[in-house]
């Protein structure tokens, strides 16, 4: 058996393992876990925007039928921006009174707020200024986002997966190489891949041409994914 430790700053814990697997302890290598780290980015396909109408009205029906009204103009604008049944989806409806409120006297209801709102996904983002103005016009009074994502993050998430691993066995074949040993096999793989990290960059510069055509300015920028592994080598002489 060898036992070796190394500062934490290396991010390294050297593992000893007495038995397992039916081996003797003097059958097994000195044990090494490395944490490993990968990321790659690409420019984002999907942006995520939530969209509503919100009315007003001393009436609550009036304030509903008038959302209602509204809302259909604008799930309308939302078709006709090419938005696609499956990336549009219903995400609250409220009705809710306005108080006037007076000192030392109880709260009185002075009329209503309906709201309803939409998520959708956008999947031409070279149009998303162009949506958004268009949603805007059709009635849209609140509008959130956009946030972006990569659509197909397999790909992305795989290069991140080979560079962490990549990085690992790099570290494993220094620490053998500096025991006199070397990596015989990995023993074991665990992972923890986090989520898009957005990374803001300009990627438009023909937005506002002029004021007659110009859109709402977009900026995609990037979308970082990131995997975290957790590798046990085993090392030999």
């Known amino acids: 058996m060898k036992l070796v430790k190394f500062s934490t ?3 390294l814990a050297l593992l000893v393992t007495a038995c ?10 000195t044990l090494v876990s490395i944490a490993a780290h990968g990321e790659a ?9 939530s969209v509503g109408v919100v009315t007003e009205a001393q009436d609550s029906k009036k304030a509903m039928r ?9 799930m309308a604008a939302i078709k006709k921006a090419g938005i696609a049944k499956k990336d549009i989806q219903t995400s609250g409806v409220s009705l809710s009174p306005r108080y006037h409120y007076q000192q030392n006297k109880k709260p009185k209801i002075v009329g209503y707020n309906a709201r309803n709102t939409v998520s959708i996904k956008v999947r031409k983002l ?11 016009a059709a009635g849209a009074n609140q509008i959130n986002g956009p946030s972006f994502e990569i659509g197909e993050p397999g790909p992305v998430k795989a290069e991140a997966r080979e560079k962490a691993l990549v990085d690992a066995q790099e570290r ?6 500096a025991l006199g040993m070397k990596v015989r096999r990995i023993v074991s793989i665990s992972e923890n891949g986090n989520g898009g990290m957005p990374r803001p960059m300009m990627l ?3 937005m506002a041409s002029s004021k007659e055509s110009a859109s709402t300015p977009i900026a995609p920028g990037e979308t970082t994914l990131s995997v975290n592994l957790e590798l046990v080598f085993e090392l030999e002489d």
């Open 66 to 74: 008038d959302n209602a009204e509204q809302m259909d103009s604008l």
């Open 172 to 177: 494993a074949t220094i620490y053998a190489k």
């Open 41 to 49: 980015s690409q420019v984002p396909d999907v942006a995520n925007l």
């Open 126 to 136: 070279d149009e998303l200024g162009e949506v958004l103005d268009s949603l805007a």
């Open 20 to 29: 397992g697997n039916g081996q003797a302890p003097s059958e097994r290598g």
């Open 9 to 11: 700053i290396t991010l």
């Open 204 to 206: 438009r510069s023909d």
